[in-house]
């Protein structure tokens, strides 16, 4: 199975700053890595998928990057309403894996 | 709008059974794979297993293989999980999603809670 390293586990930040969370993939993965936003007691929702597409949507102040088996994701400037868990995930072959998450939470 | 709706948790005892329903609206669910996805209390999120469109072989996670079953209605659009021989590290909350290509699980459904215990 490919494990998937988040980190960190926790982030405290303020409105209007830029955060950046890492993943790592135990193997090559190519672009196949999504992000997900959770709020408490809602479900996952898409963010970024293929490493770098925004899905539709999806403000432009989320970002990610990567290839192989290291990625970003980053937040350029923190509302509000951006304060949640966020995980990745790979999508290369089953079992589907997820990072550990990152508790955004305000400084 | 597209939808799924999940529905079938509560509380079982540990080695009960559990069936759970996801509700599709909004679209086919057997032009599409569809997965359950499940979270433990205060936990991150486990991949739990998949159902292929073409009826093909489905795919569980080590921790549910020959305890739970997918399964899909393709007259009443909704996908199931049979759940036997329950324990209580399977107390959570259980989401639906379909596979989105190119790889995607959107949408979710917003998850029904399974509870373990005697």
């Known amino acids: 199975d490919i494990q998937m390293t988040q980190s960190p586990p926790s982030l405290s930040a303020s409105v209007g700053d830029r955060v950046t969370i890492t993943c790592q993939a135990s193997?090559?993965?190519?672009?196949?890595l999504n992000w997900y936003q959770q709020k408490p007691g809602k479900a996952p929702k898409l963010l970024i998928y293929?490493?770098?597409t925004l899905e539709t949507g999806v403000p432009s102040r989320f970002s990610g990057s990567g290839f192989g088996t290291h990625f970003t994701f980053t937040i350029s400037s923190l509302q509000p309403e951006d304060f949640a868990t966020y995980y990745c995930?790979?999508?290369?072959?089953?079992?589907?894996?997820f990072g550990q998450g990152t508790r955004l939470e305000i400084e | 709008e597209v939808q799924l709706v999940e529905s079938g948790g509560g509380l079982v005892q540990p080695g009960g059974a559990l069936r759970l329903s996801c509700a599709a609206s909004g679209f086919t669910l057997s032009t599409y794979w569809t997965h359950w996805v499940r979270q433990g209390p205060g936990k991150g999120l486990e991949w739990v297993a998949r159902i292929r469109n073409d009826g093909g072989p489905t795919t569980y996670a080590d921790s549910v293989k020959g305890r739970f079953t997918i399964s899909r209605d393709n007259a009443k659009n909704t996908l199931y999980l049979q759940m036997n021989s329950l324990r209580a590290e399977d107390t959570g909350v259980y989401y639906c999603?379909?596979?989105?290509?190119?790889?995607?699980?959107?949408?979710w459904g917003q998850g029904t809670l399974v509870t373990v215990s005697s």
């Open positions: 293929d490493a770098s």
């Open positions: 193997q090559d993965i190519s672009n196949y």
């Open positions: 995930q790979h999508f290369g072959y089953l079992p589907l894996t």
């Open positions: 999603a379909r596979d989105n290509p190119p790889r995607r699980l959107d949408p």
